[in-house]
């Protein structure tokens, strides 16, 4: 049975990611591959109770390494008990958020070591790092803007203009240092146009049945 592969989606706020990780696993179904569809943190039942804990707005101001622990501690959960038994039984993986986000949030955002990053990353994650990374890039603004219109905001959303900032720059900056296994994609475009965009780039990246 050949491993399947494993796309996450990442990006800041307001981006699309999740309406188009919904489009994406859709797309590949329909060419005859069976997929999964996950999300981060969360994706496991034990990591879905510390997704809980850390997006409550009434959490308390984790410091940026506890924070930093708790996703990588959702992260081994995701990835014992969802990941990796689905790639290893030739399933595609879709997944809205993985280690990236920690190091634009925890590392570039919130000022955490990305030598403390990389080393949880090395320890919970190994060599299970994606086999294809779409960056939906999208400038703060417009990124909060769209936010507003979404409903209740997590605790992520309500930082300010500065940390969105950052948080851009950091995912262009994994982007930059990762070409093999980043795309970045302007995720201003309208909803059609981003998803054919992002299928696009799965068919020249990937091999997909039925290709264009
Ligand atoms: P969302 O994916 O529904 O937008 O919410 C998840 C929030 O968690 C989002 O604001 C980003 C944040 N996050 C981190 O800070 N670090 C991480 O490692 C992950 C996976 C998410």
Known sequence: MARGRFITVEGGEGAGK?????LLTQALAARGLDVVQTREPGGAPG??????????????????LSEALLHFAARSEHLVFTIRPALKSGRWVVCDRFVDSTVAYQGYAQGLERGIIERLSRLVVGDDMPDLTLILDIAAEPGLARLKTRGAPNRYDEMDLAF?????????????????????????????????????????????????
Do not use: K, Y
């Open 18 to 22: 999740s309406t188009q990780a919904a």
């Open 47 to 64: 990591a879905e109770r510390i997704r809980s804990l850390l997006l409550a707005p009434a959490s308390p101001p984790w410091s940026a």
């Open 164 to 212: 969105h900032e950052r948080l851009r720059e950091g995912f262009l900056e994994i982007a930059r240092a990762a070409p093999e296994r980043c795309v970045v994609i302007n995720a201003e475009a309208p909803i059609e146009v981003l998803h054919r965009a992002i299928l696009d780039a799965v068919i020249e990246r990937l091999e997909v049945p039925g290709g264009a």
